[in-house]
């Protein structure tokens, strides 16, 4: 089986050379096609994303992708944003469910958010009026909304949840928000088994907080998925714990919700769990659900005791370390 892997900046090298060493502690036999893109291959290269990953892509369609780094407010748009605009990866998919004993804020989370991942406030048009007055475009279609919605409730029937809640500012952005709403409310007269939440996304927030058990999925836009995502991945213990998949009609690149972690790039002590699970994620994908299983459990059981936990968890494991413990387990 190939499958593309994306090193990306920052710690993501040390991150998938620790998910392909975990991988292969299962027996299953996949051929990596390691490519690069991102700031670092920018730097050696001078392109953002070289020829052969764009083909290594769309041969495999199947891709584990390591974070990169992105300018802030300036520079390059984001090769993330590229990518997932470029294969139409509709679907931004995030799961949150609490891991081993790692303390959290909440136990028993277990909530996967759908995130509209091609257009809103990122189909990137801005433009800028003068020195001291820019406008950003929030771009909202009823053929989008309408795929990530059904994506989001075809989810709940199949995996027994019994609620999705859609999150929208429609009371004030009427016209944008207020389509996603609509087009929420003609999509769920077809699922009469899942229960329909309306929440507005600034409550949303607070609810995730205070009580986060009422919710099951969700499903947003582009910018409310990615802000709400990173909070409850803060509510199960931090970003280190999040994973994706950016899901099309006939590709999917899975990836750990957080950054390149440039502050702790090259120090050996990232903690790989968001981009294995992610992979886990991958592996179920390809069908190799014995071998995700497997892992996820390992995983449980390592950080089930905090003398695993690596520094971002408030132990003193070392990437590798904690790499080595999954394996002995595998
Ligand atoms: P970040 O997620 O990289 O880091 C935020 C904090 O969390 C840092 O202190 C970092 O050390 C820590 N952290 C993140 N991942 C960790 C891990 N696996 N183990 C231990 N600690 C971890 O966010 P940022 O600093 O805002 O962004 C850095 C760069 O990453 C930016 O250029 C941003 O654009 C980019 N980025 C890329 C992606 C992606 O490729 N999908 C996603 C988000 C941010």
């Known amino acids: 089986m190939n499958i593309t892997l994306i090193q990306g900046d920052g710690i993501g090298k040390e991150i998938s050379d620790s998910v392909m060493k975990i991988i292969a502690a299962t027996g299953l036999d996949i051929n990596w096609e390691v490519v690069n893109a991102g700031i670092t291959t920018f730097e050696s290269t001078g392109e953002l994303i070289p020829d052969n990953v764009y083909k290594s892509l769309e041969k495999n369609k199947v891709a584990l992708k390591a974070p990169i780094t992105t300018p802030i407010g300036k520079g390059f748009r984001s090769v993330n944003v590229h990518l997932r605009k470029k294969y139409d990866l509709y679907a931004n998919i995030r799961p949150i469910k609490n891991i081993g004993t790692v303390p959290a804020i909440h136990q028993n989370m277990d909530i996967v958010l759908f995130r509209e991942n091609t257009e809103g406030l990122y189909a990137g048009i801005e ?167 497997r892992i996820t459990k390992a995983l449980d059981k390592v950080l089930s005791d905090k003398n695993n936990y690596t520094v971002d968890l408030g132990g003193n494991n070392k990437t590798d370390e904690f790499t080595d413990k999954i394996i002995d387990l595998l």
């Not at 999705?164 to 929420?184: C, H, P, Q, R, S």
């Not at 969700?218 to 994706?244: E, F, P, R």
């Open 127 to 293: 433009e800028r009026i003068n020195d001291d007055e820019r406008i950003s475009i929030k771009k909202v279609t009823r053929k989008n909304s309408e795929r990530i919605i059904k994506a989001a409730f075809d989810y709940a029937v199949k995996n027994n949840r019994k609620k999705v809640a859609v999150v929208t500012k429609a009371n004030i952005m009427k016209e944008t928000d207020g389509l996603f709403l609509d087009v929420a409310r003609e999509v769920a007269k077809n699922y009469k088994s899942i229960e329909v939440q309306e929440v507005l996304v600034d409550n949303m927030a607070m609810q995730l907080v205070m009580n986060p058990s009422q919710f099951d999925v969700i499903v947003t836009g582009n910018l409310y998925g990615d802000i709400l995502s990173d909070l409850m991945a803060g509510l199960i213990g931090g970003l280190g714990l999040a994973s994706s998949v950016n899901m099309g009609e006939d590709m999917a690149i899975f990836e750990a919700v957080h950054g390149s972690a440039p502050d702790i790039a090259g120090k050996n002590i990232a903690n790989p769990t968001a981009i294995l699970k992610a992979a886990c994620m991958m592996l179920e994908h390809i069908g190799k659900n014995k071998e995700a299983s």
